[in-house]
């Protein structure tokens, strides 16, 4: 598809429609223009503000953070010496083993009820 597009002042330019919409693009979406062997190329471009995403220090008290922090230096340090389990070859492997860990620490389905109430 091609079609003539004249430059206006400040180097300014409208995209015809059936382009923008061959492109899907519209008004506020940003494209990248290229020189690629004498002619120019636009691509379509994302890019994501990040300062506009809730972080997790805003989510969650100081109290909160000192906890969850200790519990990732424990976990990092478990890692650290080789206490962690798997890798498991399958999910059935996996489930077993929670099974079992479970089985030994006691756990045991709860009674299923005949009627519900």
Known sequence: MTTI???H???QMTLPSRLRAALGVGEGDLVEATVKDGKIVLTPTLII???K???ADDEYTPAQRKVIDAQLAK???DVKNGRLHGPFETHEELMEFL???ARRAGWRKPKKRSKPR
């Open 99 to 101: 099974h079992n860990k």
């Open 75 to 77: 976990a990092k340090e």
């Open 53 to 55: 995403f809730p972080t």
């Open 49 to 51: 503000d990040r300062s």
């Open 5 to 7: 597009v004249k430059i």
């Open 9 to 11: 002042r400040k180097g």
